[in-house]
């Protein structure tokens, strides 16, 4: 991956959650929302595959700066932000 210059806004993450088919849901303290494909990472960090067992995908936790299964599995914030893909809450309904 491309390391990119850090945003011009506030990426923090304010909330986060799994979705289905292996995508999360992330909600950014600048009012982004956008969803991630945790498929992606598979072919370039193998270690992501064990997320291909349901319970522990769901069991997605958030900080600030990234959302983390466990000590070695987390996606940072920038990662998320600049290649996550814009969410519309409409969609929701």
Do not use: H
Not at 4 to 23: F, G, H, Q
Not at 61 to 89: F, P, Q, S
């Amino acid at each position: 991956m491309d390391r990119k210059p850090y945003p011009d806004t506030n990426v923090d993450i304010e909330s986060a959650k799994p979705l289905e088919n292996m995508c999360v849901l992330v909600a950014f303290a600048n009012g982004d929302i956008k969803t991630y494909d945790v498929k992606q990472l598979f072919d370039e960090l193998p270690q992501f595959k064990v997320l291909e067992d349901i319970n522990i995908f769901n069991g997605l936790k958030y900080g600030r700066y990234a959302v983390y299964w466990n000590n070695e599995l987390d996606i940072a914030e920038t990662e998320l932000w600049y290649n996550g893909i814009a969410y519309n809450l409409s969609d929701l309904k």
